[in-house]
């Protein structure tokens, strides 16, 4: 698969805007991830509000990409949906990573901003979008059309495989 080989985190974007229709196909692409006894629990808000992703900007010192993207996916675990309540964060990151890989094989740019597992950068995406409390702002993923392409760095450490024992 090579688009893995092709991704890589995108902070700076164009003024371009992202169609609804390709965010669609990203979250499709989420969707169709592996979880925990298939329970899906994900839900996502997608923001395109200026004044919303600035806000979103400042919740952390990491997240100023928002302000500059052209959509914004909140991603969102849903506690009654999840079969498994441990479990969420392995299935909200699957989610993520199959956004991220369609969204460069759209040749879109994208980076995912951690909120999850932090108390205050949770508690303040939850309160500013309203989110109810029986679910978990997992992380933003902002999107849009990459400003530069630089080289993606091959990351592969054969000292870091161990086979049969460590």
């Not at 090579?2 to 969707?31: H, N, W």
């Not at 592996?34 to 629990?41: E, K, L, M, R, V």
């Amino acid at each position: 698969m090579s688009i893995i080989f092709k991704r890589k985190s995108v902070r700076k974007f164009t003024d371009e805007e992202v169609s609804d229709e390709l965010i669609e196909i990203l979250l499709r692409a989420g969707m169709q991830a592996p979880s925990s006894c298939n329970s899906q629990p994900w839900e996502f808000i997608v923001v395109s509000n200026p004044e919303d992703k600035l806000a979103i900007s400042k919740m952390h010192k990491f997240a100023k990409p928002a302000a500059e993207a052209s959509k914004l996916i909140v991603t969102i675990g849903n506690l009654n949906e999840a079969k498994v309540h441990r479990m969420i964060e392995q299935d909200l990151g699957a989610c993520n990573e199959n956004i991220l890989l369609q969204a460069t094989h759209e040749g879109l740019g994208a980076v995912w901003l951690g909120f999850h597992p932090i108390e205050d950068r949770t508690l303040k995406l939850k309160q500013f979008l309203d989110i109810p409390d029986y679910c978990i702002p997992f992380s933003v993923i902002c999107v849009g059309w990459p400003k530069n392409q630089g080289e993606v760095k091959l990351r592969y450490d054969e000292s870091k495989v161990h086979w049969n024992r460590y």
